[in-house]
């Protein structure tokens, strides 16, 4: 096995991580349809201990309340692929790891189940918190199957942070 | 981009959600060197949102304290790359994810950095712990570079999950 992500991915996670370091910042992650992969694109470099906090793969709706704090009563309002949880996601991974002063979140619709009219396979919500700084949440329909669903938004994820620095 | 994760490691993620299936165990991870590796691998199928709560990745020693409750005590008596934090690991991931019933750890030197005679680059620890069963913990020194080292800790990772249901 030479590689386990592939290079596109590594390449914009090694430009990620030389601007973190050299803003002085460690990243936390809440992930729900990227599985972790959004951290594991950040840690797949030498170095990336000296900014990388580490992350939350929040799956279920329990994981968000629990890990997160994601409210019950947002969830059943808004639904798990939404603005608001995004913004929650966001805002509880920096809260919940004491270290970071930046978190990138994100939850979609990966497919191939679970679309709906609203709310189709492909639609990703990201969310991006700094500390002390205005939240920012945006909105992506990708194409493609699974895989291809969730490397685009490991991608998107990325320059969400990139652009945030 | 065909594929986020390697044909290998989809493989044996595959396998070990049809046996979750089977068990109805669902599964949560805590991870430090592999980065959330392991559950992007096990998010990486339909459905298996049936199966995975979701992860901690624990990168940082703040992080193992703060999502975990790993002791600062143990984290300084026995390092970050033990059997003994391995264990709390497992344990603090289990107690922090209300729906899972089975959770695996690792934590290890992924290297190129972070090696010394006593804990060398390619040294894991691995811990699993289901709900009410005695722990377990398993020690291995890979081989090979920093991805390799990542790779075949996601290996024997879902290889503990599938020994143990």
């Given at each position: 096995m030479t590689a386990i992500l592939p290079a596109e991915v590594l390449e914009k996670s090694a430009t990620v991580l030389e601007q973190l370091k050299a803003a002085g910042l460690m990243v936390i992650t809440a992930e729900s349809c990227t599985g972790?992969?959004?951290?594991?694109?950040?840690?797949?470099?030498?170095?990336?201990?000296?900014?990388?906090?580490?992350?939350?793969?929040?799956?279920?709706?329990?994981?968000?309340?629990?890990?997160?704090?994601?409210?019950?009563?947002?969830?059943?309002?808004?639904?798990?692929?939404?603005?608001?949880?995004?913004?929650?996601?966001?805002?509880?991974?920096?809260?919940?790891?004491?270290?970071?002063?930046?978190?990138?979140?994100?939850?979609?619709?990966?497919?191939?189940?679970?679309?709906?009219?609203?709310?189709?396979?492909?639609?990703?919500?990201f969310g991006l918190q700094r500390a002390g700084k205005p939240p920012i949440t945006q909105k992506k329909i990708f194409g493609g199957d699974r895989t291809e669903v969730r490397a685009q938004s490991v991608l998107h994820a990325l320059k969400m942070i990139q652009d945030s620095i």
């Open positions: 972790g992969l959004v951290a594991g694109a950040l840690t797949a470099h030498a170095g990336s201990s000296a900014v990388v906090a580490g992350g939350f793969v929040t799956y279920s709706n329990a994981m968000k309340q629990a890990a997160l704090g994601v409210s019950a009563d947002m969830l059943a309002q808004w639904g798990a692929v939404s603005a608001q949880v995004a913004q929650a996601m966001a805002e509880g991974a920096l809260a919940h790891a004491p270290d970071a002063g930046i978190a990138v979140s994100l939850t979609g619709v990966a497919g191939p189940d679970g679309g709906s009219e609203e709310k189709p396979v492909g639609l990703v919500w």
